[in-house]
């Protein structure tokens, strides 16, 4: 492997080229390195190429995260949304402090179930049975369908039974927000 170095007069511009040996012998790499204050504010900057400030250029975009860090993510949110679903249902956290994570629609339907929920409450006071005693989350399973888009699965476990809660949650200005909810 051979290389060499070039400087142009102007000092905006630093060209290396390097000649690959082996397998790819016959090819070169050009890598081409522009000083921090190429193209900015000036009209030296190559055509096609932004005018930047000097401090972006060493910024890196922020890499996209991959799916396993937001199903890590997406596992925690569902974690906390399910459990506090469950805890709306049995009357012990109220409805509002869920507003902010589900979408309108989803919101009405958690609200009218925890009405109904709490209708059944009221006549089965006569018996002294309570629904939906000490929920805890057991398990939670995610599926990420695209980086900002995810699915969910919980097991939520209560004194008397276990169940389900699903959930589709949709990544928007950079916070999760629940879009479907099922509580079974």
């Known amino acids: 492997m051979s290389s060499a170095s ?5 000092n905006t511009t630093i060209s290396t080229t390097v000649a690959l040996s082996g397998a790819s012998e016959g090819r070169s790499l050009k ?3 522009r000083p921090r204050n190429a193209g900015v504010g000036n009209s030296e900057a190559a055509p096609g190429e932004r005018g ?4 972006s250029w060493n910024e890196r975009p922020s890499p ?15 974690h906390k949304i399910s459990q506090a ?3 709306v249902l049995a ?7 869920l507003s902010r994570w589900l979408s309108p629609r989803c919101y009405s339907a958690l609200t ?27 398990s939670v399973r995610a599926c990420a369908i695209t980086v900002d888009i995810c699915e969910a699965s919980i097991v939520v476990s209560e004194d008397l ?3 389900a809660v699903a959930m589709r949650l949709e990544r928007t200005d950079e916070a999760w927000r629940i879009t479907e909810l099922e509580i079974g």
């Not at 070039?6 to 102007?10: P, R």
Request: proline share 4%; aromatic share 0%; no cysteine.
């Open 161 to 163: 039974r276990a169940r």
């Open 91 to 97: 009357g012990t956290r109220p409805a509002q402090q």
């Open 52 to 55: 930047t400030s000097a401090s």
């Open 112 to 138: 009218h179930r925890a009405a109904l929920t709490r209708a059944q409450a009221a006549r089965n006071r006569a018996s002294g049975t309570r629904l939906h005693r000490n929920p805890q989350v057991r």
């Open 85 to 87: 679903a469950v805890e």
């Open 6 to 10: 070039v400087v142009d007069t102007s």
């Open 64 to 78: 996209q995260p991959s799916l396993g860090a937001v199903e890590r993510e997406v596992r925690a949110v569902a």
């Open 31 to 33: 890598l081409v390195r």
